[in-house]
Every structure is written in C-alpha cells, then in structure tokens.
Nanobody, 117 residues
Framework: QVQLVEAGGGLVQAGGSLRLSCAASGSFVTINAMGWYRQAPGKQRELVAT???????NYVYSVKGRFTISRNNAKNTAYLQMNSLKPEDTAVYYCNAVVGTFDYDYWGQGTQVTVSS
C-alpha cells in the first residue's frame, strides 16, 4: 500500500504563486512516475503534469511555462510550483503515483487551489 499526502493548496490572487507537495509513504520499491491532476466543479479530472523517475516531464498545454513539476526521489516527494496563477486554475488538485512492476495507481486526497480575480 502507498499513501500520498498533499500539502500547499490555498487561496491566492490572480498572478500569484503556490507550491504543492506530495509525499509518498508505505510499502513500495519503485515509484515509476508521479503527477498532478485537477478537477474543477462540473468538469472531468484532467492531467496537469507528470514526471518520471528519470526526470522526464509532461504538461497540459494550458500550464506550460507557468507550472513546474519536480521530484525528490530520495524523499519520495513530488512538487508542483505554480506561478502566474489564473482563476481558471481553480480546482482540487490530486497527486498521483504509479508504483511497482504492474504500474498500480495511487491517489492523494486532494488539495483545494482557489485563484481569485
């Protein structure tokens, strides 16, 4: 089992910044990839950014150049630095980890990010 604990959400004005963190704990050998997804009210959950163990990253187009995903493999922790935030970034942000030989998916409980205009 893997537990993911997120932190760092909150309320910020448009143009501001927030940094999310996601710490993984439990029984696992390898975290293959970690990522951030978000879900706004009335919308489907969407991928925001992912990072592999080797540091390869992928971003949804709407956050490119504003968000940066990073990872500390020694601490099993992923981060999402969010700059130049916009009201449309308002959502619950979920951490995801893909673990082990069979790529099991684990999810955090979610953290609210609210950007006011």
């Amino acid at each position: 089992q893997v537990q993911l604990v997120e932190a760092g959400g909150g309320l910020v004005q448009a143009g501001g910044s927030l940094r999310l963190s996601c710490a993984a704990s439990g029984s696992f050998v390898t975290i293959n990839a970690m990522g951030w997804y978000r879900q706004a009210p009335g919308k489907q959950r969407e991928l925001v950014a992912t990072i592999t163990g080797g540091g390869n990253t992928n971003y949804v187009y709407s956050v490119k150049g504003r968000f940066t995903i990073s990872r500390n493999n020694a601490k099993n922790t992923a981060y999402l630095q969010m700059n130049s935030l916009k009201p449309e970034d308002t959502a619950v942000y979920y951490c995801n980890a893909v673990v082990g030989t069979f790529d099991y998916d684990y999810w955090g409980q979610g953290t609210q990010v609210t950007v006011s205009s």
